[in-house]
């Protein structure tokens, strides 16, 4: 069965021509052929033909092997490029193939022609493939990052929306409910005595309900704020602002007889008091979960690589691994709200304004031993201080 191929012939002797489409022939091939001699004819066949093939002589008068390689690099085409000549010595041959020639073959041993032909035709075919593979590839790749950027972009944009919703359900709820809790606290304060114990115990629920929910609003509130209304990042020192967050907390402090002490805290570049809130909130945790002994917590820093790693330790409860994510989640409490105070938001926010710097928050404990709070700050280059 003979094979078609599209041979372009860079020669000046039509009887080496013939000779070279013999062997071809011979090798099973069905051949369409051009015979160019010139720069410009190759020019010329290259843009209007569909070629598997160039076979070129290493000299010609006016023209050569070499010259006639730069035009096909020159063209963008990748073809199977061999030299067939009579005159090449094992140095010229070297450079040839160097220079991006794929075979050379003495005019006086065309045995070798076919199976030089049909291993480069092989080749071209396997380089085609892989250039389609690795477009198929690019495009993939394109498109996959077109589907993220868009994703991204919706993510964004969601987050907003919610963010902003959270603002504005936060901040419009307070007011009604603010009336509601009002007027109940007035009933109680003229009807209380006036009343059987069961209204008497309604008006304590709905009393204790409305305070809940006030609560709530202002942490949802809180929560919200830290999208929307964050502060521009400015060079911050660590240690003022966990001297300000200790000063926030300085009566419950005071109560709890807790012992706090720190190394040097770094400046980092940061929403100075977004900062002081992950201070406090996790203190305030550490204090909160302590019971009856007075805690100890210790805050710390540690460099590594492009961030700097602030600890918040202490000697508290502890919390089982299993919980490790549940508790950066909003509204998530771990213990009854009778026993321990709080919505369970401050953990939530915290995490929320190290992602906003850029960084990771985390906890490793073991329940009875304490914990130890971690979260990063990143560091550009030349940002450190």
Not at 5 to 24: G, K, N, Q
Not at 173 to 185: F, G
Request: proline share 4%.
């Amino acid at each position: 069965m003979t094979k078609p191929l599209h041979i372009l012939i860079v020669e000046d002797s039509e009887d080496d021509t013939l000779l070279l489409l013999r062997e071809l022939k011979r090798g099973g091939y069905e051949l369409v052929s051009e015979r160019i001699e010139t720069p410009g004819s190759m020019k010329a066949a290259l843009e209007k033909g569909q070629w598997d093939l160039i076979i070129s002589d290493f000299v010609l008068p006016g023209f050569s092997g070499l010259a006639a390689l730069n035009i096909l690099k020159e063209s963008g085409q990748d073809l199977p490029f061999i030299i067939v000549s009579g005159n090449i010595g094992e140095d010229i041959a070297v450079g040839a193939m160097k220079a991006g020639a794929h075979d050379y073959i003495i005019k006086g041993n065309l045995t070798r022609l076919v199976p030089a032909v049909e291993r480069e035709l092989r080749e071209a075919d396997m380089r085609r493939e892989k250039r389609q593979a690795d477009e198929e590839l690019r495009r993939s790749h394109e498109e996959l990052e077109r589907k993220v950027e868009e994703r991204t972009a919706e993510l964004v944009r969601s987050n907003r929306e919610l963010e902003q919703f959270a603002y504005i359900a936060s901040h419009d709820l307070q007011e009604p409910l603010r009336m509601v809790s009002s007027y109940v606290q007035l009933i109680s304060k003229r009807y209380k005595d006036k009343l059987d114990n069961d209204a008497n115990e309604f008006i304590d629920y709905i009393v204790n309900g409305t305070n809940h929910m006030q609560t709530l609003l202002r942490d949802l509130l809180e929560y919200s704020r830290v999208g929307t209304k964050g502060k521009p990042f400015e060079l911050t020192d660590l240690n003022i602002s966990l001297k300000n967050a200790i000063s926030n907390l300085n009566k419950h402090i005071e109560e709890s007889r807790a012992e706090i002490s720190c190394g040097n805290l770094p400046g980092v570049y940061a929403d100075e008091t977004q900062i002081v809130q992950v201070f406090q909130n996790l203190i305030d945790n550490a204090i909160k979960f302590c019971g009856d002994k007075p805690p100890r917590i210790h805050i710390s820093s540690e460099w590594k690589k492009t961030e700097w790693v602030i600890s918040v330790s202490d000697n508290c409860m502890g919390i089982d691994p299993k919980h490790f994510d549940r508790i950066f989640e909003m509204f998530k409490r771990l213990h009854a709200g009778d026993k321990y105070p709080g919505t369970g938001i401050g953990l939530a926010v915290c995490k929320k304004i190290v992602e906003r710097h850029g960084g990771r928050i985390w906890v490793e404990s073991e329940p009875g031993k304490g914990s130890t709070f971690y979260f990063t700050m990143p560091v550009k280059t030349g940002e450190r201080q």
